[in-house]
């Protein structure tokens, strides 16, 4: 070949070459007007810049969540929220004019192909939550605004307080923020309202959510801060089913107690019902011992309302076989028991407590001379001398137990309270 043909087929390759670039460049007119307007401004976009005039400027980004439905476990105590996730915030590389291109004025664009704000959750599980920047769509207005709107699981530990169990509540929080940016760079808004929001679930009732904003000191540079926000998501257990699985069992356990104590300590009903009860009490406590979570920070009360009622069932079961063991004795009782017991019936109260049950005969020797009932005890010593010590110690242990439930009642029974 010589050299005029080589200059040839030289220059003829140069030609077609600048055609095809021409063909493929950025100021092409022979398309779209929307296919124009995205080259002209993605032309020499880099999605790896964020987008302001002076690095100085700061990024402010509205953030929104729009919850779809929870799941929690007792087990591995994880909160998963799935919802909808939008982010809004303005460009000033991805602005036009609509009159230079056929009046369009918004524009869609692929998440890989602009800059889009990292915002990640901070207190999750590496590996739990999803997002896909990447291959999400974002709506561009012609004044440079961004709306990106995505799916997204989060998933983070939420541990409970379980005092109040089985009317525990639980604080689930996520945590956004900026992953590589400081609070400097990307600011974080939400004014949304939350209070509309209903998701329902078969465990749990979500009460309310609220939002909470924090600062703290940046990862990368510790001259800078990182600026968060932290959803925070209140979940209550359902009262339905809680009310007549744990807490009926606990009322009739008490209420079978104070009958037990009320019956005649001679009666056989008082000695099944004292066993009867005991029994219950050690199945119950089997019950709720499954059912009561293995974790969390502290003990749930109604353990310790169903242990202290064991413990009061036990001593019932026992002053009841102690009773019945006097009723059997023949033998007089020591000159100090005789004492207490008759200053006691001697006693205003003692004979409020006690009128209706002694004798029509004693009762109106107790109104006339109150001065000389002290062989109260002993003058009745051929029908029962211990009777009336009996009755004294059956309504004391009556009386004290009536307390003790009172106590146990406003100190460790669960209620249902408003948050």
């Known amino acids: 070949m010589d050299r005029n043909s080589f200059f040839s087929v030289f220059l003829f390759s140069l030609i077609a070459c600048t055609d095809v670039i021409a063909e493929n460049s950025c100021s092409s007119e022979n398309i779209s007007p929307m296919v124009q307007l995205k080259r002209h401004l993605l032309c020499e976009y880099d999605p790896d810049v964020r987008p302001v005039q002076h690095n100085n400027n700061m990024t402010r980004v509205n953030f929104y969540l729009?919850?779809?439905?929870?799941?929690?476990?007792?087990?591995?105590?994880?909160?998963?929220?799935?919802?909808?996730?939008?982010?809004?915030?303005?460009?000033?590389?991805?602005?036009?004019?609509?009159?230079?291109?056929?009046?369009?004025k918004w524009i869609p664009v692929v998440?890989?192909?602009?800059?889009?704000p990292d915002v990640?959750?901070?207190?999750?599980?590496?590996?739990?939550?999803?997002?896909?920047?990447?291959?999400?769509k974002c709506w561009v207005s012609r004044q440079g605004t961004v709306r990106w709107f995505v799916a997204a699981k989060y998933t983070s530990s939420c541990f409970?307080?379980?005092?109040?169990?089985?009317?525990?509540t639980l604080n689930c929080t996520i945590q956004f923020g900026s992953w590589s940016h400081s609070g400097d760079e990307i600011e974080l808004v939400s004014n949304q309202n939350l209070s509309n929001i209903e998701i329902k679930h078969t465990e749990w009732n979500l009460e309310k959510i609220y939002i909470t904003k924090w600062e703290n000191r940046y990862k990368y540079n510790s001259d800078s801060i990182i600026?968060?926000?932290?959803?925070?998501?209140?979940?209550?257990?359902?009262?339905?089913?809680?009310?007549?699985?744990?807490?009926?069992?606990?009322?009739?356990?008490?209420?079978?107690?104070?009958?037990?104590?009320?019956?005649?300590?001679?009666?056989?009903?008082?000695?099944?019902?004292?066993?009867?009860?005991?029994?219950?009490?050690?199945?119950?406590?089997?019950?709720?011992?499954?059912e009561v979570p293995k974790s969390g920070f502290n003990i749930p009360k109604i353990l310790f309302f169903y242990e202290s009622s064991l413990g009061i069932a036990t001593f019932?079961?026992?002053?009841?076989?102690?009773?019945?063991?006097?009723?059997?004795?023949?033998t007089e009782p020591p000159m100090w028991i005789s004492t207490v017991t008759t200053s006691i019936l001697r006693s205003r109260v003692g004979q409020i407590l006690l009128i209706s049950i002694l004798d029509p005969a004693v009762t109106a020797k107790i109104e006339a001379d109150m001065d000389d009932n002290t062989d109260l005890v002993q003058s009745n010593s051929?029908?029962?001398?211990?009777?009336?010590?009996?009755?004294?110690?059956?309504?004391?242990a009556f009386l004290s137990i009536f307390l003790a439930y009172i106590v146990l009642l406003s100190t460790c029974f669960p209620t249902y309270y408003t948050i």
């Open 66 to 104: 729009k919850p779809q439905f929870f799941e929690y476990t007792h087990e591995s105590e994880m909160f998963v929220l799935h919802t909808w996730m939008s982010m809004m915030w303005n460009d000033s590389h991805l602005t036009w004019d609509p009159a230079q291109y056929d009046n369009i």
């Open 111 to 116: 998440g890989y192909q602009i800059w889009i």
């Open 120 to 136: 990640l959750m901070h207190n999750g599980q590496f590996g739990e939550s999803s997002l896909n920047n990447e291959h999400s």
């Open 160 to 168: 409970t307080d379980y005092t109040w169990w089985p009317y525990n």
């Open 227 to 290: 600026k968060m926000i932290s959803f925070h998501f209140i979940l209550r257990s359902h009262s339905g089913i809680i009310r007549i699985v744990f807490l009926s069992p606990a009322v009739v356990l008490m209420v079978m107690t104070l009958m037990t104590l009320w019956l005649e300590p001679k009666s056989f009903e008082r000695m099944v019902i004292a066993n009867l009860n005991f029994i219950c009490h050690l199945l119950c406590i089997q019950g709720v011992h499954w």
């Open 316 to 330: 019932t079961l026992i002053v009841t076989s102690i009773l019945r063991h006097l009723q059997e004795l023949t």
């Open 382 to 396: 051929k029908r029962s001398p211990w009777k009336y010590i009996i009755v004294l110690i059956g309504w004391l």
